[in-house]
């Protein structure tokens, strides 16, 4: 569609006039900020929102200045020449030399810095945090009221002495909703003498239902009758599913952390605006704690369950407003007394799995839009005649590709990474789960676990393939354990077979090649040919689907602008060439 200048200056100057009110009215910030997306990639107004504001037109000079002095930059995103798109593929490898100017500083914050610090009084809310059920019409809400505590002598707090009730409305309308949930409140306890124990606040928990899809709604959350009620919030539903509805962008990250970098890579993820947050495992990194609260940098059988509390703090204003979807990585284990473990994510994180038909926590599904994701356990069993591979067999049986076109899938270690670290660990899993991913079609993979970025060609048991997913690999969070750099197909980097698996994958299942370039042997001599490009850098990334065929992949670097793209690719769908299997109505 042609535009002139004039038609320009028109369409443009309400939506410049509406960021000029956002530095009064900071509170609707978020509502907008959900409603217009503008880049070079594409420039897209919502008619419907731009027909509800009464505002004079001005002359384009003046749209012009005013975008340049108050447009973010973030909803600019350069890029060098055009887009490429997984069509033009396979792409030869690439990868981007180590700078070593800038490391970042992978330092946890301290409990003394205040953005870790509790600032609430009594049963007052705080650690709130907003997730997804199975479909749009229905979202939970999650929060923290009482204090922890830690030492030799503790007791847990009563949850039933506070209640769990979140009130909400649409935004602009009275909040005269109402909806109660459960609380609970969970220990992690050693046996060893001298370790010290402890109990959380009162978690709660409170799903919304009936939700209108595709709309901002405000909440306020707390027990009314105490009071003790949180400030208000706001979340944006999602989409309805179809094949022309998508949200506007996802952002994906992997082993997050508390450290200086993380805050980085959340002030550069804030500043692009997501409706949804991928949380691909390893979240607060308190098992490289000792429960005195000191820590070596090391993986540890205890944990310092404060900073839990700490990161559920530092990450509300994201958490509280849009939706994160967490699976859990190595680092949330944190085995205790009696063999428990995932005590702190099975607690802390609401998640949509008995909507999805799922048995735990650890793997589940839900849709946003046009898109179905599978959260896939890894450190739980896998196996063919497990509950997860049952689950996950009937869950994609019964996805019908002309509502949700996409399929997207996330756990936490990777299959397709050719860094040293953890270097084929997952191997296992792949052998299990491989096929039935291929045979159902799904699109896109992510992965964390490696602390680096790397995306793949389209790729299906280490042979290029056009049907395969495309693997990326968010591990670049921030975390404290510093950056991979070291490549396995490196002279000198390959790693001994008898050194695989890592310490929580307990299975052997990794061994030479048998055919291949790389066969008679355990790693390739060179970057591998599905490898499409790998970078040693901390960062982020954005998944903007465009139609039922084509995805807007984004990765941003922390050390780059908020507008610099580093990596950059067009994901496409060819349905007519890749035929998955017919969906299977549930019995």
């Not at 020449?81 to 330092?107: C, M, Q, Y």
């Not at 695989?500 to 370039?517: D, L, Q, R, W, Y």
């Not at 042997?521 to 490009?533: I, T």
Request: charged letters at 15%.
């Amino acid at each position: 569609m042609k535009m002139n200048m004039d038609s320009l200056g028109t369409y443009i100057t309400p939506y410049l006039t509406t960021c000029a009110s956002l530095l009064v009215f900071p509170s609707v910030l978020h509502f907008y900020q959900s409603q217009f997306h503008f880049n070079l990639l594409g420039f897209f107004l919502s008619i419907k929102q731009i027909k509800k504001i009464k505002i004079r037109l001005f002359p384009l000079a003046t749209v012009v200045a005013v975008l340049l002095v108050l447009l973010p930059l973030s909803f600019f995103t350069f890029v060098h020449g055009e887009i490429p798109t997984t069509l033009d593929g396979p792409f030869k490898p690439v990868t981007v030399p180590l700078d070593t100017s800038f490391r970042g500083n992978a330092v946890d914050l301290p409990d003394s810095d205040p953005r870790v610090q509790r600032i609430v009084k009594g049963f007052e809310p705080e650690q709130i945090s907003v997730s997804l059920s199975a479909t749009h019409e229905s979202v939970w809400i999650s929060w923290i009221t009482g204090e922890f505590q830690i030492g030799d002598n503790i007791t847990p707090l009563d949850p039933e002495n506070v209640a769990s009730v979140v009130v909400y409305g649409r935004y602009e309308h009275p909040m005269t909703n109402q909806s109660t949930g459960y609380s609970l409140v969970y220990n992690q306890l050693y046996e060893l003498e001298g370790l010290q124990n402890y109990t959380s606040g009162i978690i709660h928990h409170v799903r919304l239902t009936g939700l209108m899809p595709n709309t901002l709604y405000q909440y306020q959350c707390g027990d009314p009758s105490i009071p003790a009620m949180s400030n208000i919030s706001y979340f944006q539903t999602m989409p309805v599913s179809g094949p022309e509805s998508y949200p506007s962008r996802i952002a994906v990250v992997g082993d997050l952390g508390l450290t200086y970098n993380t805050t980085s890579t959340v002030d550069h993820l804030l500043i692009n605006h997501p409706n949804l947050l991928l949380l691909v495992g390893d979240v607060s990194y308190a098992n490289l704690y000792f429960t005195n609260g000191t820590t070596d940098g090391c993986f540890h059988e205890q944990t310092y369950q404060p900073r839990w509390d700490y990161w559920g703090r530092y990450i509300q204003p994201l958490m509280s407003k849009v939706p994160v979807m967490v699976v859990e990585g190595d680092h949330e284990i944190e085995k205790q007394a009696g063999n428990q473990m995932f005590a702190a994510y099975n607690s802390r994180f609401a998640f949509p799995s008995e909507e999805s038909g799922s048995s735990s926590s650890l793997f589940y599904s839900f849709n946003a839009g046009g898109i179905h994701f599978v959260m896939l356990g890894a450190y739980t069993s896998y196996d063919k005649s497990g509950d997860q591979y049952n689950w996950l067999e009937l869950d994609l049986a019964n996805v019908d590709r002309n509502v949700t076109p996409w399929l997207v899938a996330a756990w936490h270690p990777p299959w397709y990474s050719t860094y040293t670290a953890h270097y084929r660990e997952a191997e296992c899993m792949r052998i299990e789960l491989e096929d039935i991913l291929y045979k159902y079609g799904v699109d896109i993979v992510f992965n964390g676990h490696v602390h680096a970025y790397e995306r793949s060609n389209r790729v299906y048991n280490y042979t290029l393939d056009p049907c395969g997913p495309v693997y990326i690999t968010v591990g670049d969070g921030g975390n404290s354990e510093m950056m991979e750099i070291a490549h396995a197909d490196d002279p000198g980097n390959c790693p001994q077979p008898y050194t695989i698996p890592g310490e929580n994958m307990v299975v052997f299942c990794a061994f030479n090649f048998t055919s291949g370039p790389a066969a008679g042997k355990f790693c390739w001599d060179e970057q591998p040919e599905y490898s499409a490009y790998r970078e040693s850098s901390f960062g982020h990334g954005l998944l903007e689907v465009r139609n039922e065929t084509h995805a807007l992949w984004t990765w941003h670097r922390n050390r780059d602008l908020y507008n610099h793209a580093g990596d950059q690719i067009y994901i496409v769908r060819q349905p007519d060439i890749c035929p998955v299997r017919p969906m299977v109505h549930k019995q």
